[in-house]
């Protein structure tokens, strides 16, 4: 069983940036393709961003592409999700998933393992 928690969600400014980090247990985590994805208030959940296991390879959303950046350190069981120039429209609980499968996905159904959220709030 894999358990995933996030956190560094917070309020920020308009323009400003925020780092999401998910640490994840087990031994696996270097073998998982991790993603990230977001969920606004009566809004059906997003994709963010994904990265394949070793973290050679990346895929983004359009709405976060060029502001947003996802890495992985697997020595530490921790994926990252860099957010600058954030908009209010970036409001949204974040959330870490990963599945069992060393590539990038961007459905949701494919990951096996999801964290518990962390809030972003954007303020204009």
């Known amino acids: 069983q894999v358990q995933l928690v996030e956190s560094g969600g917070g309020l920020v400014q308009a323009g400003g940036s925020l780092r999401l980090s998910c640490a994840a247990s087990?031994?696996?985590?270097?073998?998982?393709?991790m993603g990230w994805f977001r969920q606004a208030p009566g809004k059906e959940r997003e994709f963010v961003a994904a990265?394949?296991?070793?973290?050679?390879?990346?895929y983004y959303a359009d709405s976060v592409k060029g502001r947003f950046t996802i890495s992985r350190d697997n020595a530490k069981n921790t994926v990252y999700l860099l957010m600058n120039s954030l908009k209010p429209e970036d409001t949204a609980a974040y959330y870490c998933?990963?599945?069992?499968?060393?590539?990038?996905?961007?459905?949701?159904?494919?990951?096996?393992?999801w964290g518990q959220g962390t809030q972003v709030t954007v303020s204009s």
């Open positions: 998933a990963g599945r069992n499968d060393f590539r990038v996905a961007a459905d949701g159904y494919k990951f096996d393992y």
């Open positions: 087990g031994r696996a985590f270097s073998t998982y393709a």
């Open positions: 990265i394949s296991w070793n973290g050679g390879r990346t």
